[in-house]
């Protein structure tokens, strides 16, 4: 791929020069390396763990704002009068918005610079989460989250270009990015027992409140810490390719949300999926003839890649699907307050956290394939034990699928991370750690319409508990979500075994030498 040459920018600031495939800057950082500014070896390994530390707490807060409000949406239902459907839509708007502009945030930040576009990440998320706070109804709340993704969409891929370049030793790199990916075991641990302690204490609002602080201290860190770094090419902005996947995943979601209620059948959820199919498609031709495309379509000869990319849509719709499920059938169907439906989430979001790293260190030692496969089976047992829940099931049964479904979860997403950006060039690590981020929103899209379109349309009203034929009824509701965590739970581990073979690693290796 071609960007613009060197020779032709504009000089950069005083103090900077070219070093490898970064530009680093000299003044802030004495002994530029390969590793984006800082020392390779022992001697800069403090300073890449401070770097990982910072980068992880992005992720930590992206994954936290999507957990912790899980369990404040049925809360949100009864003050702002809100139905499923828009619920949904406060939950989903937010990852639609991350998940489209996702890739162009990494692209701008190969481009303008890693560790600026990171601290106006920050910036714009806390900000936007402030506000999110004082929403008075549920339309408002919503066009603040699409505000608030804004901010976000420049964190997590950028953090994820950041600690690719900084950790150039290939083995301590994989260790840095089971880290990196383990993280949202914490970040799902700690989402719904906080996010029910803040609603029982001080309402649904609080929840938006937590990621101030959390993110000032961030920003200060981030702006004495993080060594900057972008491609050593500027590449030009793809708008075409950037309208086009808004307006398929925008399409997309809308009429997977809105079907149950205006009719599968009906003109314009048709017309919806018209559009979606059409804006792929339409995508798909622009980004082959486009020099410098937002999606570099290349990328997915890699079979690593491509199947990353596959695992992470299906892990996060399950993910995505389990909370969103979880929790109003926790709350609306067996009475649990915010509180008692975070704590009864533990088994699930524990072993997340248990499991994330020790896949990150199964991913460094042996590769990705045992942690994916297996992080398929136990997903499919999970789901399977849950695809007869009724209003009565016991809390035993309920335990039992919610712990399989967090050590699945907990060793799928460690090897999704390391194997989408190992062996791409440093110069694109912005772009293939967007996508892979990307992937993963683009599962808690589909993973929260979906699941919840399975739903009966009018199971959430807003008015409190559901009476005991409601709770029937919705209990049943829930089984079809479960079997499409079965099926997920399948293809995962199927991809994860044909994906990760010695044949495919080669033909990886052969992807990245071409470009």
């Not at 891929?157 to 990015?177: Q, Y």
């Not at 090419?233 to 075409?240: L, Y």
């Not at 990307?438 to 009203?461: C, H, I």
Request: proline fraction near 6%; aromatic fraction near 6%.
């Amino acid at each position: 791929m071609s960007g613009e040459p060197a020779s032709a920018r504009a000089p950069g600031a005083a103090g900077e020069r070219a070093e490898g495939d970064e530009k680093i800057d000299t003044k802030t950082t004495p002994a530029p390396t390969p590793g984006a500014g800082v020392p390779a070896g022992p001697a800069g390994r403090r300073r890449r763990l401070v770097v990982l530390l910072v980068c992880s707490s992005s992720l930590f807060i992206t994954y936290l704002d999507t957990t912790i409000l899980s369990v404040a949406l049925p809360t949100i239902s009864r003050d702002l009068h809100a139905g499923l459907a828009s619920l949904q839509w406060v939950a989903d708007v937010y990852l639609l918005v991350l998940s489209a502009l996702l890739i162009l945030a990494g692209s701008l930040a190969d481009r303008l610079g890693r560790k600026k576009l990171f601290m106006i990440g920050l910036a714009w998320f806390s900000a936007g989460s402030l506000l999110c706070s004082f929403a008075p109804n549920v339309g408002t709340l919503v066009a603040l989250r699409m505000l608030q993704a804004v901010g976000g969409s420049m964190l997590t891929p950028v953090s994820l270009s950041i600690v690719r370049n900084v950790f150039t030793d290939p083995g301590e790199r994989a260790r840095a990015l089971g880290i990196w990916s383990g993280i949202f075991g914490v970040a799902s641990a700690c989402g719904p027992i906080v996010g029910g302690v803040l609603v029982s204490a001080a309402g649904w609002r609080s929840v938006f409140w937590v990621n101030v602080p959390i993110g000032l201290i961030m920003l200060l860190a981030a702006g004495r810490y993080l060594p900057e770094s972008r491609a050593p090419r500027a590449r030009r902005v793809d708008g075409p390719g950037q309208v086009l996947m808004i307006a398929f995943l925008g399409a997309l979601t809308c009429a997977v949300i809105e079907g149950p209620s205006a009719g599968w059948a009906s003109p314009e959820i048709a017309a919806l999926f018209a559009v979606a199919a059409a804006s792929l498609a339409a995508f798909a031709l622009a980004e082959r003839r486009h020099p410098e495309p937002l999606l570099d379509l290349r990328f997915f000869r890699s079979p690593a890649f491509t199947g990353a990319s596959v695992i992470a849509v299906l892990a996060f719709l399950v993910m995505a699907g389990f909370l969103f499920v979880s929790t109003l059938y926790l709350q609306e169907v067996r009475a649990d307050s915010p509180l008692r439906a975070g704590l009864s989430l533990l088994p699930a979001t524990v072993m997340i956290a248990v499991w994330a790293p020790v896949a990150g260190w199964l991913n460094g030692r042996s590769g990705p394939r045992i942690p994916l496969v297996l992080g398929g089976v136990f997903m499919t047992a999970g789901a399977a034990d849950l695809a007869g829940l009724s209003a009565s099931t016991s809390y035993g049964v309920l335990a039992l699928g919610f712990a399989l479904l967090g050590v699945g979860l907990g060793l799928v997403n460690p090897p999704i991370t390391n194997a989408g950006v190992s062996g791409m060039p440093p110069a694109q690590a912005g772009v293939a750690g967007a996508v892979i981020s990307a992937t993963r929103q683009l599962g808690q899209v589909l993973g929260v319409a979906v699941m919840g379109a399975t739903l009966s349309a009018g199971a959430v009203s807003g008015a409190g508990r559901m009476s005991p034929a409601a709770g029937r009824a919705f209990a049943a509701a829930t089984h079809a979500s479960w079997w499409l965590a079965v099926a997920c739970g399948l293809l995962i581990a199927l991809t994860g075994w044909v994906t990760t073979s010695a044949k495919a690693r080669e033909t990886a290796q052969v992807v990245s030498e071409a470009r």
